[in-house]
Nanobody, 121 residues
Framework: VQLQASGGGVVQAGGSLRLSCAAS????????MGWFRQAPGKEREFVAA???????YYGDSVKGRFTISRDNAKNMVYLQMNSLEPEDTAYYYC????????????????WGQGTLVTVSS
């Protein structure tokens, strides 16, 4: 079972990036999926999650700017990030929950490696 995040890079403040998370080894179409981030010297922070039913949750700092989506047929999860700010600079990780639900307090059993997003001012 593997989750592979990609799409990170360097972008100017106000710009956009789209992160992708590819799942392999099994299907996650009935699992809740989430995105987290961790900046250097800071704790891991919840960013967004999407349950199997389509319910979405966002961290307060990204509400209105980030959108999580998924393509179950492709076993993919995406994070569209708009109006990026220097404070969004971090490693971003995708994760899969054991069950169908996903939210900030959900237990995530599978984690991908991070992809680095750097937002310059």
């Amino acid at each position: 079972v593997q989750l592979q995040a990609s799409g990170g890079g360097v972008v100017q403040a106000g710009g956009s990036l789209r992160l992708s998370c590819a799942a392999s080894g099994r299907t996650f179409s009935r699992n809740g999926m989430g995105w987290f981030r961790q900046a250097p010297g800071k704790e891991r922070e919840f960013v967004a999650a999407r349950s199997w039913s389509g319910m979405t949750y966002y961290g307060d700092s990204v509400k209105g700017r980030f959108t999580i989506s998924r393509d179950n047929a492709k076993n993919m999860v995406y994070l569209q990030m708009n109006s990026l700010e220097p404070e969004d600079t971090a490693y971003y990780y995708c994760a899969a929950a054991l069950g169908i639900n996903a939210g900030p307090q959900t237990r995530y059993a599978y984690w991908g490696q991070g992809t680095l997003v750097t937002v310059s001012s």
